[in-house]
């Protein structure tokens, strides 16, 4: 079985690509959150008062994650594309090596909003039991 290339072979215009799709994902995820307090800001949810409490610290800390990986993603996508404007580098120049941290903030955001929806379900049907 082939294996994909290595992120550190990225060209400039590749390693671009993968932030921008970064970025995206990012802002998808975001999604997710925002629509749990929604849900979260409906009086009639019957949900223990705990429960809220772990939810609203689970958001701030998922949010908090993207946060940190959306503004890496953005501030290293915009200096490549600084670079390629100003001649100091082709869209077909090595990118260098990359960065694994935003990546990790993202997955981190990603795991707390699947553990925060978990929580919002057992805490709903804790209440109604």
């Known amino acids: 079985m082939d294996q994909l290339p290595s992120r550190n072979d990225d060209s400039v215009a590749r390693r671009i690509a993968r932030l921008e799709s970064a970025e995206k994902r990012c802002r998808y995820v975001g ?7 929604l849900i979260l800001s409906i009086n009639e949810l019957e949900a ?27 501030d290293e996508a915009g200096k490549l594309r600084g670079q390629v404007i100003n001649g100091g580098l082709a869209e077909s120049d ?11 903030w ?23 039991l």
């Open 31 to 37: 999604t997710g959150f925002a629509g749990l307090v």
């Open 48 to 74: 223990a008062d705990f429960a809220r409490s772990i939810m609203v610290t689970l958001i701030v800390f998922g949010v908090a994650s993207l946060g940190i990986s959306v503004v890496n993603v953005i």
């Open 94 to 104: 090595p990118a260098g090596a990359y960065d694994p941290h935003p990546h990790f």
């Open 106 to 128: 993202y997955v981190a955001g990603l795991v707390i909003l699947a553990i925060s929806a978990i929580v919002l379900i057992a805490a709903t049907w804790v209440a109604v």
